[in-house]
């Protein structure tokens, strides 16, 4: 099932698919959000925004519209 990162529960470990191929897209790419990489859920902001999300070893908080940029997959389930 794919959803996209800002509809995951908190602490749900997810796997990325793919994200928007746009300026915003191509900058979470350079920040690491990459096909493949594991991405968690740690913390969500009153009213859901902003959003802090944890890939390797490193906590980003992005805002919920950048969020939605990122398609991802539960882990253990097919695309």
């Known amino acids: 099932m794919t ?3 800002d509809s995951i529960a908190l602490h749900q470990a997810v796997e990325i698919l793919e994200l928007d191929q746009n300026e915003t897209g191509q900058r ?6 990459l096909p493949g990489k594991s991405l968690e859920l740690l913390i969500s902001a009153p009213f859901g925004d902003p959003l802090a999300f944890k890939i390797d070893n490193s906590v980003i908080a992005l805002r919920k519209e950048e969020a939605k940029l990122i ?3 539960l882990i253990g389930t097919a695309a």
């Open 3 to 5: 959803i996209t990162a």
């Open 28 to 33: 979470l790419n350079e920040m690491g959000f």
């Open 71 to 73: 398609r991802v997959k």
